[in-house]
């Protein structure tokens, strides 16, 4: 149900919106940030997977590092087109030139801020320079995409006077940049819509993410007739960070009956990945790839989930690579304890299931916090073993760390009764070896793919969540413990008791 209908009068809709991706432009510039020419080609081989258009692989002129993985990445002869930026200026287009890009992304500062505190040019002097560098550029034959740095705070009639120049100059298409984050909705609509009526070529919108309208901005743009929209995984990038792709995009198809090229299905799998090279934690509550976006704790909500998932969910969480969690805690009803016992395996009457829940709400309010590991106990000493008896247990863990490696030694209690080595570079890395190896051995499978999260909490524990894909199916567990090495071993325990009780690979 879009709304596309609704609001026909009143937007230019384009039926489709072309994705040019800048994770490892403006994305990389999220401070801290430094990809390897490695990571860069993984995540430009995952961007173009992931169907964006238009891949902005970085800034040459920055350093030799930068220009080599332009390089690299255009070698790899990708369906997406590659892009780069440039300043309005000879030598950065000639960088761009030499790295043999489809697209160089020329851009100048435009506002009288950026021209009397940074440039210190004039007006005309700038349009001298955007002319100069778009003949120059286009006199190469490449696609020459240019922006107006600023273009929100910039004089109207000057910004249009500008496009109209780049237009003029030869440039393929212009985007507005909101390059602070200073615009509202309807000032962005006005502004593309302004910049419309007086160019012929494709709009671009670009917007940051500083008062947290990036996302609601570029939409506005796309209701204004913007055809191009400028994202990041994550939203990374400068300061706030940029619009995210997944929110912009997973918009446009669902709330406004936009298409784009982009493949949904794959989107949460390059958040991790672009959160596993950057380092930059996805928060729990970011839409679409946070982790709760697709959990439910409320009994209200859970039970209207199962009864309908449209009751409160906005799409299918497997449109976006995406699982529902079922989470136990103090708001909890009966809906969310079959539920969860399900997933274990675990049938219980509905007298062993108010059970249960009395008593789940009686430790969360003693202050508890409720995992799975508290759960199964909770079932073990409610219901009798007769019920559940852990399939398999932590007996013991120890971890030693050397000057450059850690070792950690994991012990399962009966009937595996085992004990397990493993070395890393440090202790997270020794456990993840651990449970490998122990995926490897019960269920003839490989971790595929997981997720480790674990912070330590002011009240003085860790949580801890691990994610295994075994043989198709995903199976998701959570540790909460003082150690957070314990927190994380209980959290793969409660991860793989699933995948022993639901099929996956030989259980
Ligand atoms: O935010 C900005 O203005 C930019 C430009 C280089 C397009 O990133
Ligand atoms: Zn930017």
Same mark, same amino acid.
């Given at each position: ?331 909890? %009803? /009966?809906?969310?304890? !079959?539920?969860?016992?399900?997933? &274990?395996?675990?049938? =219980?009457?509905? #007298?062993?299931?108010?059970? *249960? ?66 070395? %890393? /570079?440090?202790?997270? !890395?020794?456990?993840?070896?651990? &449970?490998?190896?122990? =995926?490897?051995? #019960?269920?003839?499978?490989? *971790? ?60």
């Amino acid at each position: 149900m879009a709304w596309r209908n609704m609001i026909s009068g009143e937007s230019k809709l384009p039926e489709k919106v072309m994705i040019l991706d800048t994770t490892l432009r403006d994305g990389e510039q999220t401070p801290g940030v430094a990809l390897t020419i490695d990571a860069k080609m993984e995540i430009a081989k995952a961007l173009d997977e992931l169907g964006v258009d238009v891949i902005e692989a970085g800034f040459p002129i920055v350093s030799r590092g930068e220009e080599e993985a332009v390089k690299r990445i255009v070698k790899e002869n990708l369906d997406a087109e590659i892009c780069v930026l440039a300043r309005a200026d000879r030598r950065d287009i000639d960088k761009a030139l030499e790295c043999d890009v489809d697209w160089i992304h020329i851009f100048i500062a435009t506002s009288n801020i950026h021209l009397t505190h940074k440039l210190k040019m004039t007006r005309e002097e700038v349009l001298k320079k955007i002319e100069e560098a778009i003949t120059y550029a286009k006199d190469h034959g490449v696609v020459v995409h240019f922006s107006a740095e600023d273009a929100t705070r910039t004089d109207l009639e000057f910004l249009v006077k500008v496009f109209k120049v780049a237009e003029e100059s030869g440039a393929d298409s212009v985007d507005i940049p909101d390059t602070v984050g200073f615009a509202i909705p309807i000032v962005m609509k006005k502004i593309v819509s302004k910049v419309r009526e007086n160019v012929k070529i494709p709009v671009a919108v670009h917007c940051h993410d500083d008062m947290g309208l990036a996302v609601a901005n570029s939409l506005a743009g796309v209701e204004a007739g913007a055809e191009i929209v400028h994202v990041t995984i994550n939203g990374i990038g400068e300061r706030a960070g940029n619009a995210s792709l997944e929110e912009v995009v997973v918009s446009l198809h669902t709330l406004y009956g936009v298409k784009t090229n982009v493949k949904l299905e794959k989107i949460y799998e390059l958040s991790r990945l672009v959160e596993k090279l950057t380092e930059i934690i996805v928060p729990k509550n970011k839409a679409i790839v946070g982790e709760n976006a697709f959990s439910h704790e409320s009994g209200i909500h859970v039970h209207g989930v199962i009864s309908s998932p449209e009751t409160y969910e906005p799409i299918d969480p497997s449109i976006v690579g995406r699982n529902r969690k079922i989470i136990i805690g103090k708001h909890s %009803g /009966r809906h969310s304890i !079959e539920e969860l016992s399900k997933q &274990f395996g675990i049938r =219980l009457t509905s #007298e062993q299931t108010l059970k *249960v829940l009395m008593e789940v709400k009686k430790k969360c309010d003693q202050g508890i916090k409720m995992t799975e590991t508290e759960f199964l106990k909770i079932i073990e000493e409610v219901c009798g073993k007769e019920v559940f008896k852990k399939p398999v247990d932590i007996r013991g863990i120890l971890v030693e760390n050397t000057l450059d490696k850690s070792i950690a030694i994991l012990s399962l209690n009966e009937p595996n009764n085992k004990l397990y080595f493993g070395v %890393g /570079r440090n202790q997270l !890395e020794a456990f993840l070896e651990i &449970f490998k190896q122990i =995926l490897m051995e #019960e269920k003839g499978a490989e *971790v595929k793919d997981y997720k480790i999260w674990f912070a330590q909490k002011p009240k003085g524990y860790s949580e801890s969540e691990v994610i295994l894909s075994v043989n198709g199916l995903e199976f998701i567990g959570r540790g909460v413990h003082p150690d957070p090495y314990i927190a994380f071993a209980q959290a793969f325990i409660n991860a793989f008791i699933q995948s022993m009780q639901r099929g996956g690979a030989n259980g």
